[in-house]
């Protein structure tokens, strides 16, 4: 089969009132149909398994309401996922690339098919508004479209050089077993992506879902089966990260580990990933992208209107719980206070309130544990700086609601200007210049995204080389990379660098085989 070239998939215009009024409809239905009642088994080799034990998951909305269930796997379960996505490698590993393209475009496809159902899942499940929740669905269907595109060029004739004689060939072959670990904030996307990047070169994959958010990730797997993945290809295996999570990266039978999360939990799986135990025969590669300290820069020469917009948004979006969000904002002096004052005019027009409302902004954070967080960090911001905005601002009196904090007067090397909140709070450091400015977005131990606002074109320049992180991002938020266009991945401790949704991602995934012979 001939694909045409990738093309992103586009996002939903939700002024237009009747994709308005299809989505509200299908929130409600979904909204309707989850509850305690929906549950979902462990899925592994093909066989649905229950353990009498549940995850639940809950609203964060409305944190007493169970939006659905999942069986909670145990280490000896996980072993058991080892062993069938094992026996399944023997097989799948084989499948001509073609076919194993055929079927990763069919699941492409389904998602598009279902993809209000899965986005206003994500609406109830994640507290995801609903323009966040459906670019994580596209994210999910541009992962698929692009990494099958990928692995048939990996597939295809490798150019190597001829010798007189000989006949050489250079191919890409599997590596394995892989586990995916994702994370809750794009339960979805991340989870399609960190998945489907190992079936697509001919792995069989465990996942092993947040256990905030397992219902999408559990309608995920419902679609792997219908699209026709052969059994023990996926397997789902819900459980503790610190039980089930370090077990599967611990197996000798796990070759990979794709991970997404918490810099604090990746050190943790490199580290275990890196010991080699008693009949293991590889040294496992760990993919991870573990987040980042981002900071937006801003001078003199650039449109502050703008500025401040795109700092709101790359701060406050989803309540500021992306890798990638603004969680510095950098200012020259010479207009700090000016850029302050549009950023706390426009940060205080954000619509708080249920992420059903087609009107909302900003919704809940996602569990009490991110809210707890949150609100810790702002009572550090009246300890180092000054709380600008936030306090007064009301909330929902329930859900795990916090408002937007803007800390004016924070310096570089303070908690706030050093540590990761994933959390609706923005540090604003004031900067001597431009040169000052660059120096202050660097001192950081992270380095996953950032941005520069400013009209000055050596300046971009100099910072295009300066600012040490994986995606920089010029006059626009530091915010919604695409697949396919701005390969994401970070420098440091932000990670690995694995450059998800870029030509060479799926690289990780295989090695190479040299194959000569005489002519």
Request: net charge negative.
């Given at each position: 089969?001939?694909?045409?070239?990738?093309?992103?998939?586009?996002?939903?215009?939700?002024?237009?009132?009747?994709?308005?009024?299809?989505?509200?409809?299908?929130?409600?239905?979904?909204?309707?149909?989850?509850?305690?009642?929906?549950?979902?088994?462990?899925?592994?080799?093909?066989?649905?398994?229950?353990?009498?034990?549940?995850?639940?998951?809950?609203?964060?909305?409305?944190?007493?309401?169970?939006?659905?269930?999942?069986?909670?796997?145990?280490?000896?379960?996980?072993?058991?996922?080892?062993?069938?996505?094992?026996?399944?490698?023997?097989?799948?590993?084989?499948?001509?690339?073609?076919?194993?393209?055929?079927?990763?475009?069919?699941?492409?496809?389904?998602?598009?098919?279902?993809?209000?159902?899965?986005?206003?899942?994500?609406?109830?499940?994640?507290?995801?508004?609903?323009?966040?929740?459906?670019?994580?669905?596209?994210?999910?269907?541009?992962?698929?479209?692009?990494?099958?595109?990928?692995?048939?060029?990996?597939?295809?004739?490798?150019?190597?050089?001829?010798?007189?004689?000989?006949?050489?060939?250079?191919?890409?072959?599997?590596?394995?077993?892989?586990?995916a670990i994702p994370p809750w904030n794009f339960p979805l996307a991340i989870a399609v992506g960190l998945t489907i990047s190992g079936v697509v070169t001919g792995n069989a994959m465990i996942l092993k879902p947040s256990s905030l958010t397992p219902v999408i990730a559990a309608r995920f797997i419902d679609?792997?089966?219908?699209?026709?993945?052969?059994?023990?290809?996926?397997?789902?295996?819900?459980?503790?990260?610190?039980?089930?999570?370090?077990?599967?990266?611990?197996?000798?039978?796990?070759?990979?580990?794709?991970?997404?999360?918490?810099?604090?939990?990746?050190?943790?799986?490199?580290?275990?990933?890196?010991?080699?135990?008693?009949?293991?025969?590889?040294?496992?590669?760990?993919?991870?992208?573990?987040?980042?300290?981002?900071?937006?820069?801003?001078?003199?020469?650039?449109?502050?209107?703008?500025?401040?917009?795109?700092?709101?948004?790359?701060?406050?979006?989803?309540?500021?719980?992306?890798?990638?969000?603004?969680?510095?904002?950098?200012?020259?002096?010479?207009?700090?206070?000016?850029?302050?004052?549009?950023?706390?005019?426009?940060?205080?027009?954000?619509?708080?309130?249920?992420?059903?409302?087609?009107?909302?902004?900003?919704?809940?954070?996602?569990?009490?544990?991110?809210?707890?967080?949150?609100?810790?960090?702002?009572?550090?911001?009246?300890?180092?700086?000054?709380?600008?905005?936030?306090?007064?601002?009301?909330?929902?009196?329930?859900?795990?609601?916090?408002?937007?904090?803007?800390?004016?007067?924070?310096?570089?090397?303070?908690?706030?200007?050093?540590?990761?909140?994933?959390?609706?709070?923005?540090?604003?450091?004031?900067?001597?210049?431009?040169?000052?400015?660059?120096?202050?977005?660097?001192?950081?131990?992270?380095?996953?995204?950032?941005?520069?606002?400013?009209?000055?074109?050596?300046?971009?320049?100099?910072?295009?080389?300066?600012?040490?992180?994986?995606?920089?991002?010029?006059?626009?938020?530091?915010?919604?990379?695409?697949?396919?266009?701005?390969?994401?991945?970070?420098?440091?401790?932000?990670?690995?660098?694995?450059?998800?949704?870029?030509?060479?991602?799926?690289?990780?995934?295989?090695?190479?085989?040299?194959?000569?012979?005489?002519a």
């Amino acid at each position: 089969m001939d694909y045409a070239p990738f093309v992103n998939e586009p996002l939903s215009d939700f002024s237009d009132p009747s994709r308005r009024a299809d989505f509200a409809r299908t929130v409600a239905t979904v909204d309707a149909a989850l509850g305690p009642e929906w549950t979902r088994p462990i899925l592994i080799g093909g066989q649905r398994i229950e353990t009498g034990e549940w995850i639940a998951s809950t609203d964060p909305t409305n944190p007493e309401r169970v939006v659905g269930r999942v069986a909670r796997a145990t280490s000896a379960i996980a072993d058991r996922a080892v062993a069938a996505a094992t026996d399944a490698f023997a097989t799948w590993s084989r499948v001509p690339a073609t076919e194993r393209a055929a079927i990763v475009h069919h699941l492409a496809g389904l998602i598009r098919r279902d993809r209000d159902e899965l986005a206003a899942t994500m609406v109830i499940e994640a507290g995801k508004p609903w323009g966040e929740a459906d670019a994580d669905v596209a994210e999910a269907i541009d992962f698929c479209e692009f990494y099958v595109r990928g692995a048939l060029r990996l597939a295809g004739p490798q150019p190597v050089a001829q010798r007189p004689g000989t006949r050489n060939r250079f191919t890409y072959v599997p590596l394995g077993v892989g586990v995916a670990i994702p994370p809750w904030n794009f339960p979805l996307a991340i989870a399609v992506g960190l998945t489907i990047s190992g079936v697509v070169t001919g792995n069989a994959m465990i996942l092993k879902p947040s256990s905030l958010t397992p219902v999408i990730a559990a309608r995920f797997i419902d679609l792997c089966v219908e699209a026709g993945l052969p059994d023990g290809v996926v397997n789902f295996v819900p459980g503790p990260g610190d039980e089930v999570g370090m077990h599967l990266v611990d197996h000798p039978g796990v070759r990979f580990i794709s991970f997404t999360g918490s810099k604090e939990v990746g050190e943790t799986i490199y580290a275990r990933a890196a010991e080699v135990k008693p009949g293991q025969r590889w040294l496992k590669r760990v993919i991870a992208e573990m987040g980042g300290k981002n900071a937006i820069v801003v001078d003199e020469t650039a449109d502050l209107d703008a500025a401040a917009r795109a700092v709101v948004a790359s701060a406050f979006g989803f309540g500021g719980q992306k890798c990638s969000a603004c969680s510095r904002l950098v200012v020259v002096d010479a207009v700090h206070d000016a850029l302050v004052d549009r950023v706390v005019e426009v940060a205080r027009e954000i619509r708080i309130g249920d992420p059903r409302d087609p009107e909302t902004d900003l919704g809940p954070l996602a569990s009490a544990d991110q809210r707890q967080t949150a609100l810790r960090y702002a009572g550090i911001g009246r300890e180092e700086g000054t709380v600008a905005v936030g306090p007064g601002t009301e909330v929902p009196a329930t859900g795990f609601f916090v408002a937007p904090h803007v800390v004016t007067g924070v310096v570089s090397r303070s908690r706030l200007g050093q540590e990761e909140i994933f959390g609706p709070v923005l540090s604003v450091i004031r900067a001597r210049d431009f040169a000052d400015a660059i120096a202050i977005a660097n001192d950081t131990d992270f380095g996953l995204t950032g941005a520069v606002f400013s009209r000055d074109e050596a300046r971009l320049a100099h910072a295009a080389e300066a600012y040490q992180c994986g995606n920089l991002y010029f006059n626009r938020k530091c915010t919604g990379a695409f697949v396919g266009v701005e390969p994401f991945g970070g420098f440091n401790l932000s990670g690995t660098d694995s450059k998800a949704g870029g030509h060479d991602h799926l690289l990780l995934f295989v090695q190479g085989k040299s194959l000569s012979q005489p002519a």
